[in-house]
């Protein structure tokens, strides 16, 4: 059974499940679940690590955050990434989340375009991303289908993506927010140092009764004429609009703010309905590599590509998610030969 935490207006202390970490939560009354997190030492250890310009550093932290909130719902061993390619000034955004608790993320981007983007004011997710689309992979394992959903990124948001996903693949009633700050931290005797900050939350209607779990009607795109189309959008929930209403009202800053924590930006939300948490879950930025796995990936390459690779009698291979570099003999590797 799940252990819970009461969160009230009139309850005593309780432990804040803090910065680097996922609370599930539950708002009863209005049948809705969610997970908020706020991302401290993590997102920070991610961005500083590869110094990438704020704007890409920004975008990548809004995919990080969206990661964190899918990701930690797994109910199995196994990965959540999620990828985006596009034509826009940054091509590729990769999160790899590993169960329980394991986070990686890298970016691709054009120089050029990313410093013209943002001499013109053009630094927006969606303006920074262009067209394209947004992979979500589920990977249980080898031995295991993967499941992958994609959406079109069409000039939209991270978090527009994520409600047309949503509303496509899952059929579930979403709202998400996103978002990523630069803060000045000072401690005492210590030169202010900058620190990246995020922070998230996703909310889903998520009913029992049949009558409210009713979606309305997708539209059945070019039927002719003469046929009477039923009204494709239906009603919206009561309880599902209040929902959306109170998740709009959250600033960027309660989602970045040191100060803030996710326990008081829940009773800020729902404290006149009653929000009830459960176990935070933690991240921490990890990446998957090792000197024995970039070995067997280079077994599988031929000993063409093994000779093309070896420079000065090494082969040199460096992550592209946490920057860290292996050496190899080629001897290794059958039909590597040494320089």
């Avoid at 679940?33 to 550093?57: E, F, N, W």
């Avoid at 955004?93 to 410093?115: G, Q, Y």
């Avoid at 590509?305 to 001897?331: K, L, R, W």
Wanted: some cysteine.
């Amino acid at each position: 059974m799940t252990s819970e935490r009461q969160a009230a207006t009139d309850a005593g202390p309780i432990d804040l499940a803090g910065d680097d970490a996922v609370l599930p939560f539950a708002v009863e009354p209005l049948d809705v679940r969610g997970r908020v997190v706020y991302l401290g030492d993590t997102v920070d250890a991610i961005l500083q690590r590869h110094a990438y310009p704020p704007a890409v550093s920004r975008l990548l932290g809004e995919a990080i955050v969206l990661t964190a909130l899918l990701g930690t719902s797994l109910k199995f061993d196994g990965r959540f990434i999620l990828q985006t390619q596009t034509d826009g000034p940054v091509s590729m955004l990769v999160v790899d989340f590993e169960t329980p608790d394991a986070i990686r993320a890298c970016a691709k981007f054009k120089d050029e375009a990313v410093a013209e983007a943002v001499a013109a004011g053009r630094t927006s997710s969606a303006e920074l991303l262009g067209s394209g689309t947004l992979a979500m992979t589920i990977d249980q394992g080898r031995h295991m289908n993967r499941y992958q959903g994609v959406v079109a990124l069409d000039g939209g948001s991270l978090e527009d993506v994520a409600h047309q996903y949503f509303a496509q693949s899952e059929q579930i009633p979403t709202r998400v927010r996103l978002a990523v700050a630069e803060v000045l931290e000072r401690q005492p005797g210590e030169t202010p140092s900058h620190a990246w900050r995020a922070g998230g939350l996703i909310v889903q209607f998520l009913p029992e009764s049949p009558e409210r779990m009713r979606k309305p009607d997708l539209h059945p795109g070019d039927a002719p004429e003469d046929v009477d189309l039923p009204d494709a959008g239906g009603e919206v929930d009561d309880a599902w609009v209040e929902a959306q209403v109170l998740v709009d009202t959250i600033k960027d800053v309660e989602l970045t703010d040191p100060a803030m924590a996710a326990e008081r930006l829940l009773i800020r939300l729902f404290h006149e309905r009653g929000v009830r948490v459960f176990d935070p879950r933690p991240l921490h930025d990890r990446c998957r590599c090792s000197h024995e796995r970039v070995g067997e990936m280079l077994r599988g390459f031929s000993a063409d590509d093994i000779d093309h690779m070896t420079v000065d009698g090494q082969i040199e291979v460096t992550c592209e998610f946490c920057n860290s570099t292996y050496h190899f003999d080629p001897a290794e590797f059958d039909g590597g030969e040494t320089s």
